[in-house]
């Protein structure tokens, strides 16, 4: 049957209103309906492949969890998709995921989880069809491979509930659709328009997306089943810089920087924050080059206020061979020390415990000290960063942390603990003794401190600084 000319006009003008209110709405297809250009196979060995519209995963025998990964990461964002999961076998939806390319041993709290190379590891949408389990915790979040379930779990859900929900929305051999919201720390789900999990958890602000196909060891009466996935899109939230979500403000987190002023915060050396040296834009505050000279430009600057007991997070990005540190507990009353002797200085950096900040690569400081203790992410000359850490590259923000909270110090970069210690330990106090802070009483013990951001003569930029003050113990 020929069809009226008018047919094909209103079907083609409705496909481009919906191509028009789809960029309009910020919406991206993750999946082009043909093929998997743009995405990566990772951990394992499942089959993914692009059949009449629909992206298909097939469970293989001898693997572990297989991942279809698109390249980019992503950090706050709503995801949709629909899905289709053969009976018993296992799926789920990974995001704000980490990989790298060789084997690590990262410590989550009390759980240490051994990662082999490429493995995908951080939080996963589930999806749960399994009928003869009963269970239907699909839209529930599992950490893969870290900390296990989350919701319902450590962090929420009631699983009695979890479940009966599950079982009255999910369909099994049918098509589902899932959405998945991320905004800061704020994690939510919803299954065929339901909403399920909804907690906050800022482990990893951004990361991989992945789609799963689980591992299905040796069983042969698997091998062949499928996950089907269609209908992919993302659309990101531009989260703004220097701002604090009602989930931040409710746990008592404070700008420590606004993003736009020199409020709170002095040089080290006078009352007034420095007049040169310092830049302020676009809600990055900079410090300029200045031919790698400590404190050769407008010098350190700290905060007025004093603090003990607290968690801090900044993100920092480097410029190729830079130097700069985040200090705790400064003392700006005492003379900065020459770096190879010790002894007092008439120029120099303000006292206190430094999370070193630097260009691994390209700094020499990098090489001195002893056994890397002047690498980024370590307590400087004291104590060396973990050699499993992760670092972004030159131009890309990184995130430390660092948590003190009566003797106990943690220093972490980008969600992973580089540096644990005791203020006043013996083994402290025997590291302190072999450094150029020897000539220091009381190095790093002090009751409290300043802030500080430290100006190394090289271009380095901070922003989203945040803290928020804890009880002693």
């Not at 509930?161 to 991320?182: A, D, M, Y």
Request: hydrophobic fraction near 35%.
């Amino acid at each position: 049957m020929k069809l009226p000319k008018l047919f094909f006009y209103a079907a083609t003008f409705a496909i481009l209103c919906t191509s028009q209110l789809l960029a309009q709405e910020g919406w991206v297809n993750l999946f082009n309906g043909k093929n998997i250009d743009g995405w990566e196979i990772h951990s394992g060995t499942a089959k993914y492949s692009a059949v009449d519209g629909v992206l298909v995963g097939e469970a293989v025998a001898g693997t572990g969890n297989s991942f279809l990964c698109p390249v980019k990461s992503y950090g706050n964002f709503e995801l949709e998709l629909d899905y289709q999961v053969d009976d018993q076998l296992n799926s789920g939806v990974q995001f704000r995921s980490d990989l790298f390319p060789e084997a690590r041993t990262l410590q989550f709290g009390s759980v240490t989880s051994k990662l082999p190379a490429d493995r995908l590891h951080g939080y996963q949408c589930e999806i749960d069809m399994d009928t003869k389990k009963n269970r239907m915790w699909t839209a529930g979040i599992y950490d893969e491979a870290r900390r296990g379930w989350l919701f319902p779990g450590k962090l929420g859900g009631s699983t009695n509930g979890f479940t009966e929900q599950g079982r009255r929305v999910s369909k099994p051999g049918e098509w589902n659709h899932l959405r998945i919201l991320c905004n800061g720390a704020s994690i939510k789900t919803w299954l065929n328009g339901e909403p399920r999990a909804d907690f906050c958890d800022a482990m990893t602000p951004s990361g991989r997306i992945g789609l799963q196909v689980h591992g299905i060891g040796k069983d042969a009466s698997k091998v062949g089943l499928h996950a089907r996935f269609k209908n992919i899109r993302i659309r990101e939230i531009a989260a703004a810089p220097n701002t604090l979500s009602a989930y931040e403000q409710k746990a008592g987190w404070q700008l420590l920087w606004d993003g736009k002023s020199n409020e709170g915060w002095r040089s080290a050396k006078s009352e007034n924050f420095p007049a040169k040296g310092w830049v302020i834009k676009a809600g990055v505050l900079t410090v300029q080059a200045k031919d790698g000279e400590e404190s050769g430009g407008g010098g350190d600057i700290i905060t007025r206020k004093r603090y003990a007991n607290f968690e801090l997070t900044a993100d920092f990005k480097i410029t190729p061979g830079a130097n700069s540190g985040i200090k705790i507990f400064v003392q700006p009353n005492l003379s900065p020390i020459d770096k190879k002797t010790g002894k007092p200085a008439a120029v120099g950096s303000a006292i206190g415990c430094e999370f070193q900040v630097l260009d691994d690569v390209r700094h020499p400081d990098a090489k001195l000290g002893k056994n890397g203790n002047r690498t980024i992410g370590s307590l400087y000359d004291l104590i060396p960063a973990a050699t499993n850490k992760f670092v972004l590259p030159i131009g890309e923000w990184n995130h430390a942390r660092i948590l003190s909270q009566g003797k106990h110090v943690e220093f972490w970069l980008n969600n992973q603990k580089t540096v644990e210690f005791e203020r006043g330990s013996p083994e402290f106090r025997t590291i302190v003794a072999g450094s150029k802070y020897h000539n220091i009483p009381d190095f790093g013990e002090w009751a409290d401190g300043h802030i500080l951001l430290q100006d190394h003569g090289n271009e380095v930029s901070y922003s989203n600084v945040k803290i928020r003050e804890l009880p002693a113990n």
